[in-house]
């Protein structure tokens, strides 16, 4: 059984692409065809009257409809008393009236079939509690069109809003600009998206003065509706679009934009400005969004996580969004230096090292042949410098001989304009080795009016030039940044290793906690909960007594640790809860005494509930680390991993990550800390397998998804003891852990949202096909590339072309690039099943279907496919793939699932027929039909 199909659909096994050039809604706001300006007046200076003199002065094709109740007509147009007075359908509302007016104002628009608005007044959240509250006004009217009676049969979307508190938006390629800019912008293939109206208009002039294009100028506002994610997912299917350049304060709704960025990032690159890198900008980001700003840190992370490039000046911003757009991606950080000067060089050579990037170590043949072309004086190593009489020729045939180096990732060619030296005619020489495969070249002609001409004739051959040589190098350091961003989003991770987790012992930990009204689990319960997802601890016995404590240190054996077991207290060394290497039963009574009479006097006698026991481990053995969780203001949960111990706030040697993980993402995270060095082995030691670390990294991560009560929890020491101490095995052991809890009366609904959506474990179940076999349905996994390669083998050629309306090779569709877009799911945005089946006969995993669905952007209505090997046609499991899908449909809050089936496949026509889709033929396309289902 193959999967419906359209026939413009891309070749992979995804839908969600097929209507990607169906009507946007965001198009009412970008490309409208009539717009009305609410608040319109003639006023000199004012708002209204200069973004009515704007969009009549620019035509974008349509009809402006002043709305002024007391003036008949404004600037010589007639004018209207309300929204639901104008004679035409209105696309695009502009509201210029004060804040208490919006609501109202936006309900009449709802009324009058207005599909888009944009609120330029203030007043809202940015000044207190009522601006608030009139926000929440806004949007509910706004949403009301999506809740009305007759909504559902025809996926009838709320008004969209950009705003409020926003300057407004430019389309310059179609002519409108619906602000109270100065003037309109240049068209071009650059989006750019800002938090600051003011900040948009200073670069509105700079980039005149630069001939600096756009394909949209947007103003958002404080994003009480449209946000960073709707604006991302927007420009990336704008096919005038080639770059999105974004000023951010604040990132709103973090799912969003990761989603977004994610799905986009791949084909166009993202670039980001976001100040508040300092506490006093960031709290100055807040006073001006009204807005939480959340951790400068764990920004970074999610940007690097989602294939995002941050930049740290506006003018980075666009020289990126230049670069990006002219020169390929590097595949590595080093970078080859070409120059007639040693001093610039050695600048551009502080930047790149600086940033993070690596001068090219020139290979052995690469050296014997500039030897033989270049004077007895040059360099002999890079920088190359060619010397002060560098030629045209010579500085062409040395970037020439220099790009074959198979060591080298981009090049820099440096020129300052010597009395030997011919700017124009090198830059006319360079011209040929504009576009190096998989090499940028970049270039720095250094001066003024003598290298204007050099500079015009690279940059119309596609080779930047920047008027620093270390501002080059720093731009080169962006490049090889973006691509690791991008080259990791599709790495490949491995299959955990490990045992499912006890979700229900992890749970009932948590329930019997929060029930007794506690939010501190004591120590044994800790290390019970990490057990219960295989995270091994160290042996730990409770003792209320001092003779149980006895008692249990002659168990376990000397020498012997005992640590404060308390309900109410976290740090147990503030309080002298803390004994070590306790040698007999009397050390043992003594400590005992000691920690009961410190925490009497430190804290309460009633904090004090009795001992844990454990074994003294050798700490000298092994690395301490810490492993933890706590909550970010915008992002909800984020991991941590680095050095542990006492000390851990001094050194402050740490990673963050967003769960969940995997193993890559894991040990990218591990390598971000300098005790990574240390665990790959430092002074003889034998290292440690950082595999193992990294599958113990996505149990706890698995925990902290999973385990949603848990507010905060830190695992510190963990031990991890490399195989010269342990009998030839790694070993890791968590010897302390603290969690924190949400109280009792927090319900699940009120929990922070994770930032990118977990692994939903509720689609796995297991399944039997009509003759008896039994498979495993599941949520594909990154991990599943290997048995996609495999299941792609086993497909026939007919099966193939029924997927996909024409042949499709194997080799094609087994590319990592594919398949592993193919098993990274984005769960807020598409979902595919896989059949999992273990033949008894050699027990190893094979995949034998995926179904898919798909949500189709600017829509609540979702696309379904699948394809069965040929193998499992006829035994029902496109009928289960199908009930499973049309189920997480109704999960979703769809409308509609559609799906397109090639008129020649009658099974899959008979199996969305039997599901209740009906089937109707495109007159215009015989090949296909669409089958849909109403939810």
């Not at 996580?305 to 666009?318: C, E, K, P, T």
Request: proline share 7%; charged share 20%; with cysteine.
């Amino acid at each position: 059984m193959q999967n419906p199909t359209s026939p413009n659909h891309a070749p992979f096994d995804r839908a969600g692409d097929v209507l990607k050039f169906e009507a946007n809604p965001l198009d009412a706001i970008f490309t409208p065809k009539n717009v009305a300006v609410i608040g319109a007046t003639e006023t000199q200076g004012s708002v209204g009257r200069t973004i009515l003199w704007n969009l009549i002065s620019n035509p974008f094709g349509g009809a402006v409809f002043p709305v002024n109740p007391k003036r008949p007509s404004i600037l010589g147009i007639k004018s209207y008393p309300k929204i639901s007075d104008v004679p035409a359908r209105v696309d695009l509302a502009v509201l210029v009236t004060p804040a208490p007016t919006v609501p109202d104002i936006i309900s009449e628009c709802v009324d009058a079939g207005v599909r888009g608005a944009i609120i330029i007044s203030a007043g809202f959240k940015e000044i207190g509690p009522a601006g608030t509250e009139l926000e929440r006004r806004v949007l509910e009217n706004a949403r009301r069109a999506a809740t009305e009676p007759g909504a559902a049969a025809t996926s009838r979307a709320s008004l969209r809003i950009i705003g409020p508190n926003c300057l407004g938006v430019m389309n310059p390629i179609g002519g409108l600009n619906a602000t109270f800019a100065a003037a309109m912008a240049r068209p071009g293939h650059v989006a750019f998206l800002s938090q600051s109206g003011a900040l948009l208009t200073g670069v509105l002039d700079w980039s005149f003065r630069e001939n600096v294009g756009f394909s949209a100028f947007v103003s958002v506002g404080s994003m009480l509706d449209v946000g960073w994610g709707d604006l991302i997912q927007y420009f990336g299917d704008d096919p005038r679009t080639q770059a999105i350049v974004m000023y951010m304060e604040t990132i709103g709704d973090a799912r969003a934009f990761l989603s977004a960025a994610r799905e986009v990032a791949f084909a166009k690159p993202i670039i980001v400005i976001k100040p508040g890198r300092t506490e006093a900008a960031a709290h100055a980001a807040a006073s001006h969004t009204g807005s939480l700003t959340g951790s400068d840190d764990v920004l970074d992370v999610a940007f690097k996580r989602a294939g995002v490039l941050r930049v740290n000046s506006i003018s980075d911003l666009f020289y990126s969004a230049e670069l990006l757009g002219k020169q390929p991606r590097p595949k590595g950080r080093r970078l080859t230096i070409l120059t007639n000067a040693g001093g610039p060089g050695v600048l551009a050579t502080d930047a790149l090292v600086g940033g993070g990037g690596q001068l090219t170590p020139i290979h052995p043949e690469t050296l014997e042949q500039l030897n033989r072309l270049l004077p007895a004086a040059w360099s002999h190593n890079n920088p190359v410098d060619i010397l002060g009489d560098a030629s045209p020729e010579r500085y062409a045939k040395t970037l020439e001989l220099t790009a074959q180096d198979p060591h080298s990732d981009g090049l820099l060619v440096i020129l300052t304009p010597q009395a030997m030296t011919d700017p124009t005619m090198t830059a006319e020489q360079l011209k040929p080795y504009a576009k190096i495969p998989g090499k940028p070249v970049l270039a720095s002609w250094m001066g003024g009016t003598q290298v204007e001409a050099g500079e015009a004739i690279l940059n119309r051959a596609g080779i930047p030039t920047f008027g620093y040589p270390d501002t080059a190098a720093r731009m080169f350091n962006y490049l090889w940044q973006y691509a690791e961003n991008l080259k990791q989003l599709y790495e490949t991770p491995s299959y955990a290793d490990t045992n499912d987790p006890d979700h229900a012992r992890a749970a009932a930990i948590i329930d019997a906690a929060r029930q007794a009204g506690r939010t501190l689990l004591n120590e044994y319960e800790s290390k019970q909960l990490l057990a219960a997802y295989d995270i091994p601890t160290v042996e730990t016995r409770v003792a209320k007594t001092v003779e149980e404590a006895v008692q249990a240190a002659d168990a376990i054996g000397y020498p012997a640790v005992l640590k404060l077991f308390s309900d109410t207290l976290t740090h147990k060394t503030d309080v002298g809860g803390v004994k070590l290497n306790l040698q007999d039963a009397a050390q043992v009574r003594a400590a005992f005494a000691e920690i009961q009479a410190a925490v009497t006097t430190k804290a309460r006698a009633a904090d004090f509930g009795g001992v844990t026991v454990q074994p003294m481990l050798k700490l000298a053995d092994g690395y301490e680390l810490i492993l933890g969780s706590s909550l970010d203001a915008q992002f909800g949960p984020v991991i941590l991993f680095g050095l542990g111990g006492q000390l851990v706030e001094v050194f402050k040697d740490r990673a963050l990550g967003l769960p969940p993980l995997n193993t890559t993402l894991a040990r990218r995270m591990m390598e971000r800390t300098k005790i990574y060095t240390a665990l790959q082995g430092v002074r003889g030691r034998v290292p440690f397998n950082i595999e193992q670390l990294a599958q113990l990294l996505v149990r706890f991560s698995a925990l902290v998804v999973e385990q949603r009560f848990i507010r905060e929890i830190d695992i510190n020491p963990l031990l991890a003891i490399p195989p010269e101490h342990v009998g030839g095995d790694n070993r890791c052991i968590a010897l302390d852990a603290r969690v924190i809890l949400y109280g009792p009366e927090t319900t699940r609904e009120q929990l922070p949202r994770l930032a990118i959506r977990p692994y939903p474990l509720q689609y796995v179940k297991t399944w039997t096909t009509q003759d008896g076999v039994t498979l495993l349905i599941r949520p594909i996994r990154p991990e599943d590339e290997p048995l996609m390669v495999e299941y792609h083998k086993q497909i026939s050629e007919r099966s193939v072309y029924l997927r996909y309306m024409h042949p499709l090779a194997l080799d094609q569709r087994i590319t990592h690039e594919r398949l592993a877009r193919i098993c990274y799911n984005d769960y807020d945005r598409e979902l595919a099943l896989v059949a999992e089946y273990t033949p008894p006969a050699t027990g190893v995993k094979q995949i034998v279907g995926v179904g898919r669905l798909s949500k189709i952007n600017g829509t609540r209505d979702g696309e379904y496919s699948m394809l069965i090997v040929d193998a499992f046609h006829g035994k029902g499991l496109g009928a289960e793939f199908l009930k499973m899908l049309v189920q997480i449909g109704r999960d979703e809050k769809l409308q509609r699932i559609i799906a397109y089936i090639a008129s020649e496949n009658y099974a899959m026509q008979a199996v969305s027929r039997k599901l209740g889709f009906t089937l109707r033929r495109d007159p215009d396309d015989l090949t296909t039909l669409q089958a849909a289902l109403a939810l």
